[in-house]
């Protein structure tokens, strides 16, 4: 098992930054991709970037510019820095821990508990 735990959701303006990290603990070597998921009410959970063991990152297009993940190994933690926020941001965020197949298809196993993250215009 992995244990998420993520922090760093808050409120913000419009053009605003927030930095969401996740700590990791367990089993981790049995994933090897960690990722950032959001939810918008009303809205499916959606992939918003991804970063492999190996330092390999992908971006959703919707934030491709604007969000940055990152991963501190020594500390077992992966980041998500957002800057220039939007209203359109605004979700809970979720951490997750999963596999990432050469085809570039990611796979979650384990899920933190959430951070609401909101952008007010």
């Known amino acids: 098992q992995v244990q998420l735990v993520e922090s760093g959701g808050g409120s913000v303006q419009a053009g605003g930054s927030l930095r969401l990290s996740c700590a990791a603990s367990?089993?981790?070597?049995?994933?090897?991709?960690m990722g950032w998921y959001r939810q918008a009410p009303g809205k499916q959970r959606e992939l918003v970037a991804t970063?492999?063991?190996?330092?390999?990152?992908n971006i959703a297009d919707s934030v491709k510019g604007r969000f940055t993940i990152s991963r501190d190994d020594a500390k077992n933690t992966v980041s998500l820095q957002m800057n220039t926020l939007k209203p359109e941001d605004t979700a809970v965020y979720y951490c997750?821990?999963?596999?990432?197949?050469?085809?570039?298809?990611?796979?979650?196993?384990?899920w933190g508990q959430g951070t609401q993250v909101t952008v007010s215009s």
């Open positions: 367990g089993s981790i070597l049995t994933i090897n991709a």
């Open positions: 997750a821990g999963g596999t990432l197949a050469y085809t570039g298809t990611y796979s979650p196993r384990y």
């Open positions: 970063i492999s063991s190996r330092g390999i990152k």
